[in-house]
């Protein structure tokens, strides 16, 4: 019995060790067997990259004009749709002109009597001149005679104005569009009782073709960027603006930077910019809230790596692995704020011909050996190699 149970022992132990003796060598055999992970890089190099800047900002009409009456009066009819377009000159409120049109007929006889009175004072002096030569006539006379005929005169041009002041007034009495545009909705209807010197307008018309966007910009930011245009870290760029709509979609004209205010609000700590953009379907409307997007600066010495490349340390620095001269991974700290399109752009950490791994990235660690080929480049997967036969025992 004893010799049973240790022969049973016995087998089972030398099982075991046979067992542990193939999946060790199966083990080592893949261990020996695996090459070293095959990564794909790209060579990087230095090119000019523009600074892109998002401003958000708003749209302002690139004319307003509040429809005021210049006479008092009521208002007879509106003469104009209301949301409709008017041209300069064309005519929008008629004010009752009854009490202007009788003041033009009095200066008109104002001036009538002036003239003739003028007429016979001239006509005068035209008798007194030769009499006054002969003696005829006392000196003083004559002399009267022409100081009357220079007064008649005077009245005639002092009625003249005063007539023409009375037709300008009558002018007013139709109250005109100052600029052409859209003209909103009319604050006064027929009946309504006007002044010269009233607070509220009786409508605003405003020019939105062109129209142009306000934006706001940190006072810091533009210090810094003309800090690195006078040291010459980077270069001016395009003036040219693009504008993104509120619900996301692109405008489709391209605007101009045309000035950057020279005060900076105490309020915001922000300096505008103001682009202008052409308007001609009235897409953009006054007050509307838009993002500005142009490129203000460019780096003439940026690198551009794929977004897949970068990585983010605990501490959020960015990082990224290089395919070294040893075919070892190298880990390399990089500076990168932003990104342009589908890359990052690095602006410290990386020099022109370095291979930087886009792919397979996951599991590297420093200084692993790796196999760099091309990014994207097609990787051939060999046929398995044919079991050599078993010899017969």
């Known amino acids: 019995m004893l010799e049973k149970r240790s022969l049973l022992l016995a087998?089972?132990?030398?099982?075991?060790?046979?067992?542990?003796?193939?999946?060790?060598?199966?083990?080592?055999?893949?261990?020996?067997?695996?090459?070293?992970?095959?990564?794909g890089f790209v060579v990087v190099k230095v090119e000019p990259v523009p600074v892109t800047t998002s401003l958000g900002g708003r749209t302002v009409a690139f004319e307003t004009s509040e429809v005021r009456p210049q006479v008092n009066g009521l208002i007879r009819r509106r003469l104009f749709t209301e949301g409709g377009f008017v041209r300069a000159g064309?005519?929008?409120?008629?004010?009752?002109?009854?009490?202007?049109?009788?003041?033009?007929?009095?200066a008109a006889a104002n001036l009538a009597s002036a003239r003739a009175s003028a007429q016979a004072a001239d006509e005068r002096v035209r008798r007194f001149a030769p009499l006054a030569k002969m003696q005829a006539i006392a000196e003083q006379d004559y002399t009267d005679a022409l100081a009357a005929a220079r007064v008649a005169r005077a009245a005639v041009a002092q009625n003249g104005a005063a007539l023409e002041t009375a037709r300008i007034t009558l002018?007013?009495?139709?109250?005109?569009?100052?600029?052409?545009?859209?003209?909103?909705?009319?604050l006064a209807t027929p009946g309504a009782l006007v002044s010269a010197s009233q607070a509220s307008p009786l409508a605003v018309i405003q020019q939105t073709d062109p129209i142009y966007v306000d934006m706001q910009q940190s006072s810091a930011e533009l210090t810094t960027l003309?800090?690195?245009?006078?040291?010459?870290?980077?270069?001016?760029?395009?003036t040219s603006v693009r504008l993104r709509l509120e619900d996301g979609s692109a405008y489709g004209f391209a605007g101009t930077v045309q000035f950057s205010d020279i005060t900076v609000s105490?309020?915001?700590g922000t300096v505008?910019?103001?682009?202008?953009f052409p308007n001609p379907q009235g897409v953009l409307l006054p007050g509307?809230?838009?993002?500005?997007l142009f490129d203000q600066a460019i780096n003439p010495r940026a690198i551009l790596v794929p977004q897949a490349a970068l990585q983010r340390d605990f501490d959020g620095s960015a990082f990224v692995y290089l395919a070294g001269a040893d075919n070892k991974a190298v880990r390399r700290k990089v500076t990168a704020d932003r990104t342009t399109g589908a890359n990052w752009v690095v602006t410290d950490g990386l020099k022109a011909g370095e291979?930087?791994?886009?792919?397979g990235v996951g599991n590297l660690k420093q200084g692993a050996p790796i196999t760099p080929v091309p990014a994207n480049s097609v990787q051939r997967v060999g046929a398995p190699a044919a079991k050599t036969a078993e010899k017969s025992p």
Do not use: H
């Not at 089972?12 to 060598?25: P, V």
């Open 11 to 39: 087998g089972l132990w030398c099982a075991a060790t046979l067992s542990l003796g193939a999946c060790s060598g199966q083990d080592n055999a893949d261990k020996n067997g695996r090459g070293a992970p095959q990564v």
């Open 90 to 106: 064309q005519p929008l409120y008629q004010i009752d002109a009854s009490l202007y049109q009788a003041a033009v007929d009095q």
């Open 171 to 186: 002018r007013y009495a139709t109250i005109t569009a100052p600029i052409s545009g859209r003209i909103g909705r009319s």
């Open 226 to 238: 003309r800090q690195a245009l006078a040291s010459g870290g980077v270069a001016a760029g395009s």
């Open 266 to 268: 105490e309020a915001t």
């Open 272 to 276: 505008t910019l103001r682009a202008r």
């Open 288 to 292: 509307m809230f838009v993002t500005a």
């Open 355 to 359: 291979r930087v791994i886009t792919q």
